[in-house]
């Protein structure tokens, strides 16, 4: 088997995680020496983060895409049952939620898994009934493949990544052809019950108020995007220089997580933002290439899935951040400090470098020659 690699891919990845590294150690020295003695402690629990990431990365990048859908389940259930932990006394809790489950100094974050593993089962799925995408039971099944997970995610809590996963598979659903219609349907339905979760509970509300009129609460639920905002416009064209932020040190909490975007802005200006939007733009352009010259249905639905969630991730993070859309605990991907989402992310670039070697063993042009999809047999002409 060929198993070339895409250097355009790998060359966006390391870029990425380089630069996530640098703005990691720089948004949380100061800090970390302050309240630990250790100036590297961020930096050298996100470079292990790395390291294992790779690990993962490098493991899928040799492994033949057939063999990930044969243990499918065994990842999925595999996942529900660390999901379910984080109900247990193994949680570890972080500002009122339970999302990770604690080993020591270490803490994993299921849902970040849950997302990849979802999709593959999925994508096995819709591959198997591709014939039969618009059917009710195929409709009906692929609405099941995420719900225990979501259920899950939601009960931490956290609406975010339950949305985020979610849209995903309504991503995939649309890539793999399913009906406007259908599609339209259950995204009206996910809106209705999206809003009323949103209204249920008293922080979601404060949220949209605060991306509506920051200055309304800006003590609270505000304050983070009006510190972004100030540090942003400190940063002006080029920057302050690297180190030099004044909000990752007496305004931003914790700005080596979510917003560390508005540390990049004041200490490399509006170019190092131009920068970090050309390289996941590459990553973007590379994931869906990747996902065009795919030599089967499931390699093209994972490919353009995994692509479309690093992109859009990326996207809604910096959004957050510039008060585009209402505040989210959602990581900068390969940038923002979190060992789960890093290793996570990393997983997902070997799926890809495995699904770019596959397409190598044969000539794209036939479109799939194994599998021939959504293409149905030809019957033979009856005998005379």
């Keep these: 088997m060929n198993r070339s690699i895409d250097p355009w891919l790998v060359s966006f990845t390391v870029l990425l995680v380089v630069a996530g590294l640098v703005m990691v150690y720089s948004a949380s020295a100061v800090v970390a020496l302050d309240s630990s003695g250790d100036e590297s402690r961020y ?90 995408i618009g059917h009710w039971r195929v409709v009906v099944g692929s609405i099941l493949v995420p719900a225990l997970p979501c259920m899950l995610v939601l009960g931490q809590p956290d609406f975010g990544t339950t949305a985020i996963i979610g849209g995903l598979c309504a991503i995939m659903l649309f890539v793999a052809g399913l009906r406007g219609s259908h599609i339209l349907l259950g995204g009206g339905a996910a809106a209705v019950a999206g809003t009323a979760l949103v209204m249920s509970a008293q922080y979601r509300m404060n949220r949209i108020t605060s991306f509506t009129d920051p200055w309304s609460n800006e003590a609270a639920e505000g304050y983070h995007i009006i510190q972004s905002w100030v540090a942003m416009h400190s940063g002006g064209l080029w920057g302050q220089g690297l180190g030099n932020s004044l909000a990752k040190l007496h305004f931003l909490p914790e700005p080596w997580t979510d917003f560390i975007g508005a540390v990049i802005a004041e200490e490399l200006g509006l170019m190092g933002i131009v920068g970090l939007l050309l390289a996941f733009t590459g990553f973007v352009w590379r994931g869906l ?61 070997g799926m890809l470098l495995s699904i770019a070697a596959e397409s190598n063993e044969v000539d794209v042009a036939e479109g799939w020659p194994e599998r021939r999809l959504a293409i149905a047999p030809a019957r033979p002409a009856p005998a005379r």
């Design 43 to 132: 930096f050298v629990r996100q470079l292990i983060a790395v390291g294992v990431g790779l690990l993962l990365a490098a493991g899928t990048a040799v492994t033949p895409t057939r063999i990930m859908r044969k243990y499918r389940w065994g990842l999925y259930f595999t996942v529900l049952v660390a999901l379910a932990c984080t109900y247990s006394p193994f949680a570890y809790k972080a500002n009122g939620a339970a999302r990770w489950i604690g080993f020591g100094a270490a803490n994993i974050q299921p849902s970040e898994f849950a997302k990849i593993s979802v999709l593959m089962v999925l994508a096995h799925f819709l591959d198997r009934f591709r014939a039969q």
């Design 289 to 349: 290439t990747i996902a065009r010259r795919a030599r089967d249905a499931f390699g093209m639905l994972m490919a353009a899935t995994l692509t479309a969630m690093i992109g859009f991730e990326a996207f809604f993070n910096l959004a957050v951040v510039m008060g585009l859309v209402p505040p989210k605990g959602l990581v900068l991907p390969f940038i923002s400090y979190g060992a789960s989402a890093m290793m996570a992310n990393l997983w997902a670039v």
